[in-house]
């Protein structure tokens, strides 16, 4: 078996971005300063994500290989498949990371307990230490190392393919709208039918992500049933549907169940695809095309406490 590596992920903090824009501290404090803030503040808060982080790095096993990777990174970042990635941070960064995985187990890591809703960094930096750390006892049952027989859950994630070839994966959600959020024309296909709309977009949402985004869209149309993280199906809505000679809005909302899917051929110069709010790393759909969005071939491997 290779050698395995820990790939730790994390965000860039405030007073990292803060020194990026202005320079230095004495700049940083003032421009705090003139918001009602404080630079104490803002340390202080760095000071415990880093420390969170070293205390994550020490407690990896001795013979284990590291690499560390901020979010910005990740889209041109290499995951082997004997990896095992530990995530540091907000649990929207778990959601950052699962569209680069292909099976590895996700130890997601709170480094600010109370802060985080803790969805999906569902370990403290103690507990995390500490299941670290014993994974260089031998494993029952034969596995090959402890990382084998890891408890996880399976986390249902969402595809977008196009028509090219191209495809995008997402743990919570996948958006697919206007780059620019004005109306988006395209027709759509679901199990209910087909129709021809004007929208401000379509959201395809895991259970994971009927937490989020979608859960807002189900609260404003009068609380919706979620699917389960862990169930193929997925909800979906068509945001602000505009009714004219040409477009519809009968179609609106719906589930895909296992095996189905929601599709739209696009029907604007383009419309753009992303998944769990990175727009940055995004597919184009140009006039034509064909957007179909379905539950993924492969769950996220989230780690139990």
């Known amino acids: 078996m290779l050698r395995r590596r820990a790939v730790v992920v994390h965000r860039r903090t405030e007073l990292d971005e803060l020194l990026d824009r202005h320079g230095t501290r004495g700049q940083a404090e003032f421009f705090l300063r003139t918001r009602g803030r404080t630079l104490a503040e803002v340390q202080q808060r760095h000071d415990t994500l880093t420390a969170a982080r070293d205390a994550v790095v020490a407690a990896l096993p001795a013979g284990w290989a590291r690499a560390d990777v901020e979010r910005a990174d990740l889209s041109r970042f290499l995951v082997a498949p004997e990896d095992v990635v530990v995530v540091v941070g907000q649990d929207g960064l778990v959601a950052n990371v699962a569209k680069y995985l292909h099976g590895q187990p996700v130890l997601g890591v709170d480094p600010e307990p109370g802060a985080n809703p803790g969805v999906l960094v569902r370990h403290s930096v103690t507990a995390a230490a500490r299941l670290l750390s014993g994974l260089d006892a031998p494993a029952p049952g034969g596995a090959p190392d402890q990382v084998a027989v890891l408890p996880v859950d399976a986390l249902t994630t969402v595809r977008a393919d196009l028509d090219d070839g191209q495809r995008l994966t997402a743990l919570n959600e996948v958006f697919v709208g206007h780059p620019s959020h004005q109306s988006a024309r395209y ?28 859960a807002s869209l189900a609260h404003d149309r009068g609380g919706r049933p979620a699917p389960g993280r862990s169930e193929d199906r997925l909800g979906w809505f068509v945001r602000e549907a505009w009714p004219s000679p040409g477009t519809g809005t009968s179609l609106t909302e719906g589930v895909v169940e296992p095996g189905g899917e929601v599709a739209l051929t696009v029907a604007s110069d383009r419309l753009v695809v992303f998944g769990d709010g990175m727009e940055d790393d995004r597919l184009v759909a140009t006039w034509g095309q064909t957007v179909t969005v379905r539950a993924g071939e492969e769950p996220l491997r989230l780690v139990r406490p």
């Open 187 to 214: 027709a759509l296909r679901c199990a209910a039918g087909e129709e021809r709309q004007s929208s401000s977009g379509l959201l395809v949402a895991t259970g994971t992500g009927a937490t989020g985004w979608w």
